[in-house]
């Protein structure tokens, strides 16, 4: 079953991906349902994802349907003229409201799959943070990278102290549990995370529309494993209440 359509017309079509879903087969596991393996089967072959976001990133994916389209948004992509917005929940507190990390970027040559921080030889990646809301130890970000490096933001994230919560790559052990933030809690012995997935989520991009040429922005509304994680937050975790070690 196809993901939710954001927004689609005669040239694009937009998709609300969930985490834990690849856009295109991976080399470790050629056999997983891919966003593009669904479209394509559901709407032909002529139809092709203009960018990526990890598997475990949820979130707004923009399609061609033609050619023409896709070069003319993948042209935009790789010139640095579209816009995109990233939503963190990650453990830690910023010093600053908003801020800006660049860090170079290369693959990390002793663990396939993951990336590093190097000082020189790498790629220059560069992404603008700025605090929406604090929770004590954790804290919401909006985060817009300016290039397009794989797991940018969350090693951006990670290497500046604020990991994104349930990372499995750049984060840690530090999960977010209803019991930490309700005093008197009185639940299961064996208690689920209230996220227990990656909290990033790909939430707008803008860009030039292939056929009109104006600047079109689209978005997507945060899961609601999300919200109720951050509902959680804003009822037990403000600055009035002591949450349990």
């Known amino acids: 079953m196809l993901p939710p359509v954001v927004s689609e017309d005669e040239v694009i079509i937009a998709f609300d991906k969930?985490?834990?879903?690849?856009?295109?087969?991976?080399?470790?596991?050629?056999?997983?349902?891919?966003?593009?393996?669904?479209?394509?089967?559901a709407m032909g072959p002529g139809v092709?994802?203009?960018?990526?976001?990890?598997?475990?990133?949820?979130?707004?994916?923009?399609?061609a349907k033609n050619k023409v389209a896709l070069d003319f948004l993948s042209g935009q992509f790789q010139s640095k003229t579209v816009d995109k917005v990233y939503h963190a929940l990650v453990v830690g507190a910023p010093e600053q409201d908003a801020y800006a990390v660049d860090l170079v970027l290369k693959e990390d040559e002793g663990a396939p799959g993951k990336m590093c921080v190097v000082k020189k030889h790498g790629q220059a990646a560069v992404t603008e943070v700025r605090v929406l809301e604090r929770f004590g130890q954790f804290t919401l970000l909006e985060c817009r990278p300016k290039s397009g490096r794989t797991h940018q933001v969350r090693l951006h994230l990670s290497a500046t102290g604020t990991p994104v919560l349930s990372d499995p790559l750049y984060g840690n052990s530090t999960p977010l549990l209803l019991s930490a933030l309700k005093r008197g809690y009185k639940g299961r012995d064996e208690e689920r995370p209230l996220l227990g997935r990656l909290a990033l989520h790909a939430t707008a991009v803008t860009f030039n529309h292939p056929v009109s040429r104006e600047r079109v922005t689209l978005t997507t509304p945060l899961p609601k494993d999300f919200e109720v994680a951050?509902?959680?937050l804003r009822k037990f975790a403000g600055p009035s209440v002591k949450r349990r070690a």
């Open 18 to 41: 969930p985490s834990g879903m690849f856009i295109v087969p991976e080399r470790r596991d050629r056999s997983a349902v891919t966003l593009m393996g669904l479209v394509r089967g």
């Open 230 to 232: 951050l509902k959680y």
């Open 48 to 63: 092709a994802n203009v960018h990526r976001i990890d598997a475990e990133t949820s979130g707004l994916v923009l399609c």
